[in-house]
């Protein structure tokens, strides 16, 4: 492909792309959604609590840098209409996954769908401009056209289910430490939702956040039960799943929650060392292929290396 033809396919790319930015700033910018959305935030803070939290949260938004309250929403726009071509159950479970996430870039399920197609969009023009520019087109160049456009689609779920199996083991792998602090919390004369409480305002990890998250829910109504599944079917954890279920066991026959949590902890601790048990018992069959492919090799090559000239020599005596 010559010089001319390329330009007139990242030409055509730039015009469509324009097109499509016209289309939605067109319909952000108008002018009853402007005032809807000015309305929302100049509002002043009424006697109830959520009128206030509203309040604060368009107060945050029109706060930071230009860039960041033009340009990034704008984008977040742009996405979230690539996004809309999904369907609900599957942004149901991307939503899900970006709650454990702790939400990066403050991304939707729609958003994050939106990403995903631009980003293979941008992979089957790079896949496309690399096969153009070779000449000779030959099988590793459409191997590699291939590789990128499944990088491209692989790559964004690959990280996502990265960060949510990383903040399922940092909750798995604290729940023995919060628990105990629960456990002292109620020894020294706390309820329950104040240990939870206390608990959160120290913890800064994801276990803290999602106690927070049920303090938050109790306080605005929600029964201390249904806050603690909630947790649950966020969180997804085999341990902590059968610590909510005791803990609600517990209080619906009034057992006392000082005792409970205690015996909980020393639970969660033998649990937590037969899981570094299961792990350590894993670790040899693990070994096995770098020891096969990367260690093996090396040290035949350092004991038989000596013996090749000898070798050489035996042979080429005859």
Partial sequence: MDVLTLGVLIAAFLVVFGFTIALVSMRVMRGDTVQTRMQEFVVSPGSTGMVYAEVQN????????????????????????????????????????????KNPLKLRAIEFNGLRIILL??????????????????????LGAAGIILVTILLPDAWLNGQVRKAQS?????????IDMLSVCAFAGLGFD????????????TLGMEFKRVVNEIELGVSRADALRNMSERLRIPELTTFVAIIIQADNLGMPTADVLHAQAEQMRVLRQFRAKEVANKLPAKMIMPLAFMILPALLAVLFAPLIPSLVNLFTGF
Avoid: H, M
């Fill in 58 to 101: 368009g107060a945050e938004q029109l706060q930071g840098s230009l860039f960041r309250r033009t340009i990034v929403p704008f984008f977040l726009k742009i996405v979230g209409f690539f996004g809309k071509f999904f369907s609900k159950g599957s942004i149901e479970q991307l939503n899900w996954k970006l709650s454990i996430a």
């Fill in 121 to 142: 969009l941008g992979g089957i023009l790079l896949a496309y401009l690399l096969l153009a520019s070779n000449q000779y087109q030959n099988r590793i160049s459409y």
């Fill in 194 to 205: 104040q240990s939870l409480q206390r608990v959160s305002e120290y913890w800064r990890n």
């Fill in 170 to 178: 940092e909750a798995q792998g604290g729940l023995a430490d919060a």
